[in-house]
Nanobody, 125 residues
Framework: QVQLVESGGGLVQVGGSLRLSCAASGLTFVDYYMGWFRQAPGKEREFVAAIRWTVGATAYADPVKGRFTISRDITRNTVYLQMNSLKPEDTAVYYC??????????????????WGQGTQVTVSA
């Protein structure tokens, strides 16, 4: 049983920063991607960032490139999303996710099998 628990969301002003955390349990083979997605009201869920658990290779969506940084702490089974220079367009519920296979392209939500409950990020003007 895989469990993913996000935390760290909240309200921040434009230009501010937040760090999201995703604590994972039940992952017995940690050579997967860990992904962050977000979904705003009335919008489809979109890819934000992903990291290869062991190797550390990363991928970012263009709108967050240069502003967000994904990282992981292997010893704590936790993945982080450091979000800087936040914009109102970043307002969304942020979800972390894990696929069951390691040989995926990590930019599609359909590639992921387990999801956290989400954490709300609101960026105010």
């Amino acid at each position: 049983q895989v469990q993913l628990v996000e935390s760290g969301g909240g309200l921040v002003q434009v230009g501010g920063s937040l760090r999201l955390s995703c604590a994972a349990s039940g992952l017995t083979f940690v050579d997967y991607y860990m992904g962050w997605f977000r979904q705003a009201p009335g919008k489809e869920r979109e890819f934000v960032a992903a990291i290869r658990w062991t190797v550390g290779a990363t991928a970012y969506a263009d709108p967050v490139k240069g502003r967000f940084t994904i990282s992981r702490d292997i010893t704590r089974n936790t993945v982080y999303l450091q979000m800087n220079s936040l914009k109102p367009e970043d307002t969304a519920v942020y979800y972390c996710a894990v696929p069951r296979r390691s040989n995926i392209v990590p930019i599609s939500a359909l590639a992921y099998d387990d999801w956290g409950q989400g954490t709300q990020v609101t960026v105010s003007a």
